[in-house]
């Protein structure tokens, strides 16, 4: 999927587009970047009704490719490093949204069949050990 990034875009446009792909992840803006397998503090979240001009560090434009076997790592960095957009991948586990710190070295496809396979057992409340590390 070739993602537009442009000035006059908002956050939330690049969200959905995102989910539409990955129904079980989503993207976070924050004001500052973080390193891998760091979490972002959720009162640096910006506000999704912003445009990518507004909040952006570079003053970038083009597309991103993303692709099912990119790593969390990889697009995150890649946000900041090509377009001066600090983003944090999420997955869903059963009702909650983790950020996905110690999993940053997982495919956006794993990442996405392991938030599908929680989302289905949800009703059981079990959280595993790797979520349980995401949660910490």
Same mark, same amino acid.
């Given at each position: ?21 990955f ?10 970047a973080?390193s ?9 979240t910006?506000?999704?009704e ?24 990889? !697009?995150?960095?890649?946000? &900041?490093?090509?377009?001066? %957009? $600090?983003? #944090?991948?999420? @997955?869903?586990s059963? *009702? /909650?949204? !983790?950020?996905?710190?110690? &999993?940053?070295?997982w495919t %956006? $496809?794993? #990442?996405?069949? @392991?938030?599908?396979? *929680? /989302? ?5 409340n079990i ?7 995401e949660?910490?």
């Amino acid at each position: 999927m070739k993602m537009l990034i442009d000035k006059n875009k908002k956050l939330n446009t690049i969200q959905n587009e995102f989910e539409k792909i990955f129904p079980f992840l989503k993207i976070e803006f924050y004001k500052r970047a973080h390193s891998q397998g760091e979490g972002s503090a959720k009162k640096n979240t910006l506000d999704v009704e912003l445009t990518i001009g507004e909040v952006q560090k570079k003053n970038a434009s083009g597309t991103i490719e993303i692709h099912k076997l990119m790593t969390v790592a990889e !697009l995150e960095s890649a946000f &900041t490093e090509v377009f001066g %957009l $600090a983003v #944090q991948v999420f @997955r869903k586990s059963g *009702k /909650v949204w !983790l950020q996905t710190t110690t &999993t940053d070295d997982w495919t %956006l $496809a794993e #990442q996405d069949q @392991r938030a599908s396979e *929680k /989302v289905a057992t949800a009703e059981e409340n079990i959280i595993d050990s790797m979520d349980r590390q995401e949660l910490e």
